[in-house]
Nanobody, 120 residues
Framework: QVQLVESGGGLVQAGGSLRLSCAVS??????MGWFRQAPGLEREFVAG???????YYADSVKGRFTISRSNAQNTVYLQMNSLKPEDTAVYYC????????????????WGQGTQVTVSS
């Protein structure tokens, strides 16, 4: 069975940093993505990475967030720097097997989410 488990969320002051981790078990995937969802808003794409480490970022996080993966460890990371209050959300790790995409509907496997709260 496939399982994705996020960790690393928490409370941080604006301008601070956090690193999220997503441990994947059961199989490997072509693409991994990070999404976030704030209360009352749609789940949105944050960053994605392919098996060969091609990356793509939402405009809102470019230059601040870095996605990476360890294929050997089957783990994906999201380094978040210069955090802003608008980054506050539940962050979800997701996996899909066909291509790197920003579409929520294309991802079949999701973690439970980890809360990131950025105070001003």
């Amino acid at each position: 069975q496939v399982q994705l488990v996020e960790s690393g969320g928490g409370l941080v002051q604006a301008g601070g940093s956090l690193r999220l981790s997503c441990a994947v078990s059961g199989r490997t995937f072509y693409a991994m993505g990070w999404f976030r969802q704030a209360p009352g808003l749609e789940r949105e794409f944050v960053a994605g990475i392919s098996r060969t480490r091609t990356t793509y970022y939402a405009d809102s996080v470019k230059g601040r967030f870095t996605i990476s993966r360890s294929n050997a460890q089957n783990t994906v990371y999201l380094q978040m720097n210069s955090l802003k209050p608008e980054d506050t959300a539940v962050y979800y790790c997701a996996a899909e097997s066909r291509a790197l995409t920003t579409a929520v509907s294309e991802y079949d496997y999701w973690g439970q989410g980890t809360q990131v709260t950025v105070s001003s």
